[in-house]
Structure formats: C-alpha cells, structure tokens
C-alpha cells in the first residue's frame, strides 16, 4: 500500500506562522457569518434522532466487556499519528492489563494541523489509518469526530466532507451525521460529543438535539460528555484574568438539559493527560490530548485543586487533580529542552533576532 510520508509541522516556521496567523484572523469571521452546524441542521429536518437515525443502543452481546477508544489532537506528522492508530488499531496487553481494540473511536478534536484542508487530512489523517488498518479488516469498528479549533480553520468544510459526507476510514465505518453526535453504549451509559466551534458556543439546534436525546436517558443512566476543551482547567486558570470566563456551555447541558447525569467529562486540546475527581468519587474531568501531537506541560499555572462554582444557586464543587502525564518534575525537566529551540529552528532564531534589532535600532533615544 502506499502512503504519502508527512514530515511534522513546523510550527514556529517563519512561512507557516504567517499562513496560520492569516486563517486565524480570518477564520472566527467566517464562523459567525457562515456557521457549518445551522447548514447541517437546515439539510436534516426531520426531528433529530442519535446514532444512526435510530434509538437503539450499540449491538452487543451481554456480559462481554464494551471498550471504546479516545484519541485527540492528532493531526501532526505521519510518524506519531502511525504510531497512535497502531494502538487503536488492534489489541494491547500493558502491565499484565488486556485492552481490547475499542468497538467505537472517538476523535476528541484538532485531526489537522495547523489549518483544516482537503489535503492536510488526507496527509495527516486518512493516509497513517488506512496504512494501520485496511478497509478489509472485518468486523469494522465504528469511528466518531469532534472538530475543535484547528477543524474549524476552513469553517468545517473540509471535516464535513471526511467525517460527514463518507462511509470509512481505513478499517473504520464512519455513520456520523452532523458535528455533534449521541451514542447509546451498553450497560447504561451514553456518550455525547459536543461542536463548540471556534467561539465555545453550543448552538440551539445542537441544544434541541440534546434535549430529544436527554429523554430517551433513563435516570439511572451515566452519561460521558465529550468536549473540544477541557473548560474546567481554563476556567479555574483565567478567572483572575478574566472574570467573564466560565463553563457555561458544559453547566448548562450538565444541569439544565442533562439533569447532573454527567460522570466523565472527557477533553483534548491540552496535549497531555490529566484526571480530576470529585472527592465522593462519582465525576471525572479527564484532558487526554496525548494523540501524536507536541506536548504541553503538566506545570506552571496550579490546577490540582479546581474550585467550580455553583449553578444558579446550586452548591459549588470541588475537583482534585488525580493522576497526570508527564508527571511535574518530568515536565519541569523536558521544558530546559526549549532553550535549544534556536538550533532545531535557526531560520526562526535569526528573524525574531533580526526583529529585536529592528525594534531596539527605531526606538534607541539619547539618555544624556
């Protein structure tokens, strides 16, 4: 089979900052004036019904263990995003655990980087899947796709056309019909994945889907909510910053749509893992952003304990932090490593000292 190598993208490359600056600025306008997820509401009429037009929950045989697979910021080069499919792609056995191949593949956002393109997907995506795990393979599990930011660059056209308008990737069936989905798991659980475009905004035809699907959950149900963002850690960092950023979107489905069902909340965008919990035990607020792409740091702004406030009255709770990757120290250690940046990228080292030169050079005064 061949596939097309992908190098890893440069990020801080002069060419590939101007490229991305010019979506970025471009981007959040064509979001609010032309948002993908009202024309996806607008071509399906019909009153929304989760997974596959149906309420039936996910074929499986009872008493036999159901696993599902979470992947999330993977877009970056065809060696990590290879590396990361071989593992969803069949079965594992770590530390003596058995963990089957996930029945279901849940893209947590960011499948491209740095802006969404036809292109870019078949490239950093499509191509390292299909390498992994031929359309052949039988029986085909079932993948689903959350857009976050880095999706929503071309105003989610390019992501519509891999994730919406085709039935596979690879060995994986793809039956998604819109941004956002629901899907009915065995042994009472649901799994619900938000589209909180570029702005954190959950639009009202993706609220009224919620809310048909909120009554088809019995109350004894659990419910896993897959977002873009993991809104708690941002929330608890900026609110001295920024007073005005909240959860509001995950609070109002937890408590006005949902009714406080919600047992995991599950996130990417930070490229590392983290695990909070509620100390009664009964809500995790994972960020698993570990799909292939660079790694973020676990230090710097203290979130081990997250104070969320209370809704409407309701009574504040608390979240400590569990379980994280890279540990701390780990991560206090791989960040010296930076301090090589201006020899893996000597093009970005010589302009931004050129520019510093520029700068001292036009604003240089006699000082007597």
């Not at 959350?146 to 060995?171: A, K």
Request: proline share 8%.
């Amino acid at each position: 089979m061949r596939c097309e190598f992908c190098p890893m993208v440069s990020c801080y490359g002069p060419m590939e900052l101007l490229r991305s600056a010019r979506d970025v600025l471009i981007s959040p306008v064509l979001g609010r004036h032309s948002d993908r997820r009202l024309l996806e509401a607008m071509a399906s009429l019909e009153k929304p019904r989760p997974f596959d037009c149906t309420m039936e929950p996910l074929p499986w045989s009872a008493g036999t263990p159901f696993w599902f697979d979470h992947t999330a910021d993977t877009g970056d080069g065809f060696n990590p995003k290879f590396a990361v499919a071989s593992c969803l792609g069949q079965d594992l056995r770590i530390g003596g655990q058995q963990l089957n191949r996930g029945a279901v593949l849940i893209l947590g956002g960011d499948q491209v980087y740095p802006t969404a393109s036809r292109h870019e997907y078949q490239r950093r995506l499509v191509a390292p899947f299909r390498a992994v795990m031929p359309e052949s393979v039988e029986p085909r599990p079932k993948l689903f796709a959350i857009p976050s930011n880095h999706d929503w660059y071309d105003s989610l056209v390019s992501f519509t056309r891999l994730f919406i308008s085709r039935d596979r990737i690879g060995g994986w069936d793809v039956p998604q019909q819109r941004s956002y989905f629901a899907l009915w798991l065995p042994y009472g659980w649901w799994l619900l994945g938000t589209d909180s475009q570029l702005a954190s905004d959950i639009d009202k035809p993706q609220v009224d889907f919620f809310r048909e699907v909120a009554r088809e959950i019995d109350p004894s149900d659990r419910v896993i909510l897959c977002n873009a963002e993991p809104d708690w850690i941002f929330a608890n960092k900026y609110r001295g910053i920024d007073p005005e950023y909240t959860e509001n979107n995950l609070k109002f489905l937890e408590e006005e749509v949902l009714g406080r069902r919600i047992a995991v909340f599950l996130a990417g965008d930070l490229h590392h893992y983290r695990r909070h919990e509620c100390p009664e035990g009964r809500t995790q607020k994972i960020t698993a952003g570990g799909g292939g792409a660079f790694l973020h740091p676990t230090h710097g702004s203290d979130v081990r304990v997250i104070e969320e406030r209370g809704w409407r009255g309701k009574p504040p709770r608390r979240f400590e932090q569990r379980a994280a990757f890279p540990a701390e120290a780990e991560s206090r250690r791989l960040t010296w490593l930076n301090l090589l940046l201006p020899y893996r990228n000597p093009t970005f080292g010589l302009l931004t000292a050129a520019l510093y030169t520029m700068t001292a050079w036009a604003s240089k005064a006699p000082i007597g």
